[in-house]
């Protein structure tokens, strides 16, 4: 199986920060790369496909990069609705594995 | 709009059997490829198993694997799930979700809100 490992596990920003998750696989897969969002007693929305995509509907503050083994999410300017965890998942071959998750806290 | 809702979790005694049901509208589910995805209590997401659109490929996480069956009815728009043999470690919120048309090989745009299953004597 492919390890998906996420970098940071957790961290506190504050509104209007920059910010950047990180993802690395343990082998390549291309740029199939998917990025989620889940807040507390919620699904997971999809935010980011093909590595770099964003999903219809969500904000253009949200940004994938990367290919390969080491990816990125990146959002420009911290909203309060963007406190949340958020998840790498690669979709190059079965299993389908996830990263263990970002949480993203307000300082 | 997209609508995906699960059914069929509870509590239950360890080595039983569950059903979980996710009934889809809002979409021609026939053409969609449907995972589940499970997350324990205060972990993360964990990938479970995929059908096909047509059912005609299926495949499981290695922690699933020969005591979940995966399967569709797609004249009900409903996915199931036939969980045998449970464990502890099966306890979990179980969703279900949407792959993309005609396959089970992508990312997964569209997510349930989940069912919770306890395994528990």
């Known amino acids: 199986a492919i390890w998906m490992t996420q970098s940071p596990s957790s961290f506190s920003a504050s509104t209007g920060d920059r910010v950047t998750i990180t993802c690395r696989a343990s082998?390549?897969?291309?740029?199939?790369l998917a990025w989620y969002q889940q807040k507390p007693g919620k699904a997971p929305k999809l935010l980011i496909y093909a590595a770099s995509t964003l999903q219809s509907g969500v904000p253009s503050r949200f940004s994938g990069s990367g290919s390969g083994t080491d990816f990125n999410l990146t959002i420009s300017c911290l909203q309060s609705e963007d406190f949340a965890t958020y998840y790498c998942?690669?979709?190059?071959?079965?299993?389908?594995?996830f990263g263990q998750g970002t949480k993203v806290e307000i300082k | 709009q997209v609508q995906l809702v699960e059914s069929g979790g509870g509590v239950v005694q360890p080595g039983r059997s569950l059903r979980l049901s996710c009934a889809a509208s809002?979409?021609?589910?026939?053409?969609?490829?449907m995972h589940w995805v499970r997350q324990a209590p205060g972990k993360g997401l964990e990938w479970v198993a995929v059908?096909?659109?047509?059912?005609?490929?299926?495949y499981y996480a290695d922690s699933v694997k020969d005591r979940f069956t995966i399967s569709r009815d797609n004249s009900q728009n409903t996915l199931y799930l036939q969980m045998n043999s449970l464990r502890a470690e099966d306890t979990a919120v179980y969703y279900c979700a949407r792959d993309t048309p005609y396959s089970g090989n992508y990312y997964l745009d569209y997510w349930g809100q989940g069912t919770l299953v306890t395994v528990s004597s």
């Open positions: 082998q390549g897969i291309s740029s199939y």
């Open positions: 059908i096909w659109y047509d059912g005609s490929k299926k």
């Open positions: 809002g979409f021609t589910f026939r053409s969609y490829g």
């Open positions: 998942q690669q979709y190059y071959t079965y299993p389908r594995t």
